[in-house]
């Protein structure tokens, strides 16, 4: 039998969890290290060595688009994530002047250091300005579409700074992490449907309704997998490839609990930590085979 003194300490300790969870998703410093978890995913099948600057160059860049965007969807998220635009209102501009100087001190960086393509750092900018300001979002299905090739240019931009951009190994990666990325944005418009038609914005749960959007997002899931597996047994890809499949099924379990009625730490916890899971299992592996 639970004491009520031990359940008062699971209820306070459940909280305590709860508020740092939130804060994490608030503030973006949990989708910085789901891009992160990309890189080093990346790294590992890839067969790289993983270096301290594309993994600052990568938090820094996601820190900043993630925060303009929170202030580009204020009004937004007043309707649908009432708890993250107060949170924004109240903290936003310190994350903001946090996100700029770390993004410019990454593309200084890079300059200083004469490495090649650092103009393409310039990319997170643009994609921030389409997506926040420049009417992609209005765009049926366009919106998903840039966000999912935003997070598939992470392992395309590793494999360019380890000067094998069009290796099998990275190629096979970019798409994956498109393809999978692109179907998690379809699933996270799910929660938004009201703030979206309040702003006239065209998402697939609002045209199709959340029934249908998870029935083709998890068609969609399994039509990856299969993709997969069919790259590993048909090219010269290594079969530590079928590691991502361990992050499809992981998406084939979240597809199913998606609906409008869940918090904003389902989405921006689970649904966003996909990558964080797939990074643990692909390190996981990669420590038992060493």
Known sequence: MTTPTAAHHSRGWYASLERVLRLLVHSNL????????????????????????????????????????????????????????????????????????????????????????????????????????????????????????????????AGYYYDQPWSLEILAITAYVTAMITIAAVIFDIKDIEGDRAEGIATVPNRLGPAATRRYSQLANVAVAVGVVWLVVTTSLSSSFLSLLAMSAYVACYIPFATPERGPLYYGFVVDGEHVFLAGVVVTLEWLVW
């Open 30 to 157: 949990f989708i910085s290290l789901a891009t992160m978890s990309v890189l080093v995913t990346t790294v590992i099948l890839a067969d790289l060595p993983l270096e301290a600057l594309p993994v600052f160059i990568v938090f820094a860049a996601t820190l900043f688009v993630y925060t303009v965007n929170r202030f580009t969807d204020l009004e937004e998220d007043e309707a649908n994530v009432p708890e993250r635009a107060a949170f924004t209102r109240r903290y936003g501009w310190l994350l903001l002047a946090l996100g700029v100087g770390l993004y410019v001190a990454a593309i200084s960086g890079a300059v200083v250091l004469g490495l090649e393509g650092a103009i393409y750092l310039l990319l997170p900018l643009v994609v921030a300005l389409l997506y926040s300001v420049g009417g992609v979002k209005q765009l049926f299905l366009v919106k998903n579409l840039v966000v999912g090739f935003a997070w598939g240019a992470i392992p395309l931009g």
